[in-house]
């Protein structure tokens, strides 16, 4: 009875710890590597590489330049790297508010990956709330970039999104501001953060169970064996 109760109690365990990874909406895959499994997406841990690599001295890029970064960027042995999206929920256009649109403030997650991450993900909220209301006290402490997460080198300012603005894509492109949560378009001209993502998981390809969990399997299955033996012997 004691043996199928730790056998029981092991492959509980296991199944937890699954589940809770499965759960998670941010997990740590380790190397630099962050996945959403809310989205299905990898982020880079750093949220700046393009500095810290020594790609740009201070990882502010044209459009163009940001684009070419993300798509030419090598890392963790993947290339199918790419400037985060954001979608165009109604008519082309930027239809500006405090709620519910896909250009502006507190916009529907489902618009952007940057926008659900800020908003979801990260818990934060934007400089003005859904009635237009500026919220009191300061950016990074009351709103904006207050929770960065498992990131790191995650700036309060824009980063650029993979977007052309469809009003005008040879000249403008989408970007999200976390200093405030405002989500428009601007000259793609400017100089803003680059953040590469990618599609899927890292680790879905690999069918070797996280160590924990490994460990706990084979404990459970040494108990199997065990009681087997032990009942073999009886029996004889």
Not at 84 to 105: E, H, K, Q, R
Not at 108 to 114: G, M
Request: glycine residues 12%; hydrophobic residues 40%.
């Amino acid at each position: 009875m004691a043996t199928a109760k730790k056998l029981v109690a092991a492959l509980a365990t296991a199944g937890l710890l699954v589940s809770g990874a499965a759960q998670a909406m941010l997990v740590d895959r380790g190397g630099g590597l962050i996945y959403d499994s809310d989205l299905n997406i990898t982020w880079l841990q750093d949220a700046n590489y393009a500095m810290t690599s020594g790609y740009d001295a201070d990882g502010r890029m044209s459009w163009a330049t940001a684009t070419a970064w993300a798509a030419g960027l090598t890392y963790g042995g993947f290339s199918d790297w790419r400037l985060p999206t954001i979608t165009d929920l109604g008519a082309p256009g930027c239809d500006f508010s405090y709620s519910g649109t896909d250009c502006g403030f507190n916009v529907p997650t489902n618009s952007s990956e940057l926008a659900h991450l800020f908003y979801v993900e990260l818990d934060n909220l934007a400089a003005y709330d859904t009635s237009g209301y500026i919220r009191g006290g300061s950016s990074g402490v009351n709103w904006g970039l207050v929770n960065r997460g498992p990131f790191q080198n995650l700036q309060s300012g824009v980063y650029w999104s993979g977007t052309a603005y469809a009003l005008d894509p040879g000249n403008q492109a989408r970007h999200f501001n976390t200093s405030s949560g405002l989500q428009i378009f601007g000259s793609q001209r400017n100089e803003f953060y680059a953040w590469a993502v990618r599609p899927g998981d890292v680790a879905a390809d690999n069918s070797v169970p996280e160590p924990g969990t490994a460990a706990l399997v084979g404990l459970a299955l040494g108990e199997v064996a065990v009681a087997r033996r032990r009942r073999s012997v009886g029996a004889s």
